[in-house]
């Protein structure tokens, strides 16, 4: 598995911390910035996470903004991505389990680091379930290429 991350200014202190957290655990990342506390534009590391993960089953993305909103709707407008924020543990384990979601977003001003940290753990370690939710995983994709029906 690997992982790949991205945030604005936003969520740059979370992101940093989850780093630290991926080298402690020797997990292969990759950061797609930004780096410092200058203004930049979420949509930016959105698209550069999102295009990584998409079509990529082994790879995992991690965004952080302000809030971890306009840095999931910009990654949910990437073809196959499944971007989810999250602000607490049972969101982060569920969202793998249930939607099969291949981007959590999480805000840096909504939540600490050691929240983020745990929730990125508890992401990165929960398998999706398959079964009754692969039909509605499915359906989400239907909907995104047009051919969802009622
Ligand atoms: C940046 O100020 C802020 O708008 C951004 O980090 C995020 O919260 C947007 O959803």
Known sequence: MKVVLGCDHGGLNIKNAIIEYL???????????????????????????????????DVLGILCCGTGIGISMA???????RAAVCTNE???EMTRRHNDSNIICMGGRIIDEATAVKLADIF??????????????????AI???TFTL
Do not use: Q, W
Not at 75 to 81: H, S
């Open 90 to 92: 049972f969101m982060a």
């Open 23 to 57: 080298k402690e655990k020797n997990i292969d990342f990759t950061d797609f910035g930004c780096y410092t506390e200058e203004s930049v534009d979420y949509p930016v590391y959105a698209y550069k996470v999102a295009t990584a993960v998409a079509g990529e089953s």
């Open 144 to 146: 995104e290429d047009g």
């Open 124 to 141: 990165l370690s929960t398998e999706f379930e398959g079964e009754r939710h692969t039909k509605r995983v499915d359906m989400i994709t």
């Open 75 to 81: 990654a949910n407008k990437v073809k196959g991505i």
